[in-house]
């Protein structure tokens, strides 16, 4: 019979598949102490609160959620009524993997343009943004990207403050789906701040469980006015958790000691080291510039179906043979170079 050889602890096919940090779970165990009260009144959450204005500034507001979906969702929802339209690339997580919620709880249109590497740019805004005033059409209302993008790129700051400028020009605003904002401002060496607020950002979803943590996001609103109704939307949106204290401590421990970014740069330098070890390999092409923690890769599909027989992980653009690798807080060196290797050996066939 031939060997079956058995799957790795830990695998290259996203970082929602990695453990929670030790720190975090420690953070968790610290919490689990005694009862206060629920839904978000309480001191934990207050305090992680805190930890937010410390890295984001004053005026803003803060409000936990269960899942990226939701923080997407409840994001957009307090910035647009029905009738409006919301700008985002045509691979958005909120156009190809949110199963229509969007839509379906915003009642918005979404409208997708064509990337480039993974972005969109004002002059793809421009082009779409017509109808305005015009009861038969939908109105541009948000513009949405994604950082870092889906395509594992990053937007640069001018990048965004370009798409924010055009966004306010116009009467609209600047959403960040920022699942993994902390791989794309440690690899611009920004502070969380810069890679955001001080770019005209508007509204955050804020990504924990890509970076460490057990479970939940956050969704930041750099004009608190803005979230003025958060409290109800949430509630509404199934998204308000009755013990708010154990999401809120995951994100004061990946808030504090710099977490954050020690994970974030340690998952990106994974993602460079098994950049430098697959180019060496035949017919292993990158697709895109591996700018944050995932590397897309291009391969033979008969080893893409041998690689997957020891490693789970997702095709991206099935009918091009394109695959996503993402790295980790957790990968390590080895894991990386046992990976290539599987790589290399498949497909020499």
């Known amino acids: 019979m031939p060997q079956v050889l058995a799957r790795p602890l830990r695998s290259f096919a996203s970082d929602n598949n990695a453990g929670i940090h030790p720190e975090v779970l420690d953070a968790i165990a610290r919490a689990n102490q005694g009862h206060v009260v629920a839904y978000g009144d309480d001191p934990y959450t207050r305090s992680a609160v805190e930890k937010f204005k410390e890295h984001f500034g004053e005026g803003i507001e803060v409000f936990f959620t269960f899942n990226g979906t939701g923080a997407n969702v409840l994001?957009?929802?307090a910035l647009t009524r029905p009738y409006h339209a919301v700008l985002c690339s045509?691979?958005?997580?909120?156009?190809?993997?949110?199963c229509g919620a969007p839509e379906k709880h915003t009642g918005c249109k979404l409208i997708p343009l064509p990337h480039q590497d993974g972005k969109i740019t004002p002059e793809l805004v421009r082009r779409v943004y017509h109808g305005i005033g015009d009861q038969h059409h939908v109105q541009a209302r948000v513009v949405s990207i994604t950082q870092s993008t889906e395509m594992g790129t990053v937007y640069q700051p001018e990048e965004i403050r370009g798409l924010a400028g055009f966004a306010h020009e116009h009467g609209m605003f600047l959403h960040v789906d920022g699942a993994r904002i902390a791989n794309a401002a440690a690899a611009l060496g920004q502070t969380l701040r810069q890679a955001t607020r001080d770019l005209g950002v508007d509204?955050?979803?804020f990504g924990g469980t890509k970076n460490g943590i057990m479970g939940g996001e956050a969704v930041v609103f750099f004009d608190g006015a803005l979230g003025e109704d958060f409290l109800f939307l949430r509630k509404q949106g199934m998204q308000l958790a009755s013990k708010m204290r154990f999401i809120a401590v995951q994100f004061e421990a990946l808030l504090t000691n710099?977490?954050?970014r020690r994970s974030a740069e340690h998952a990106n330098r994974m993602?460079?080291?098994?950049e430098a070890e697959v180019r060496r390999i035949p017919q292993v092409r990158i697709v895109w510039k591996v700018e944050a923690n995932g590397v897309f890769a291009q391969l033979p599909r008969p080893a893409i179906e041998k690689i997957k027989a020891r490693y789970f992980f997702y095709p991206w653009i099935e009918e091009e043979n394109i695959v996503r690798w993402m790295c980790s807080f957790d990968t390590t060196e080895d894991d990386v170079k046992a990976f290539a290797e599987a790589v290399a050996e498949a497909v020499r066939g």
Do not use: K, N
């Not at 993602?271 to 098994?274: E, I």
């Open 203 to 205: 509204v955050l979803s």
């Open 90 to 98: 045509d691979f958005a997580h909120i156009y190809c993997d949110e």
């Open 271 to 274: 993602a460079r080291a098994l």
């Open 258 to 260: 710099d977490l954050w």
């Open 75 to 77: 994001g957009l929802q």
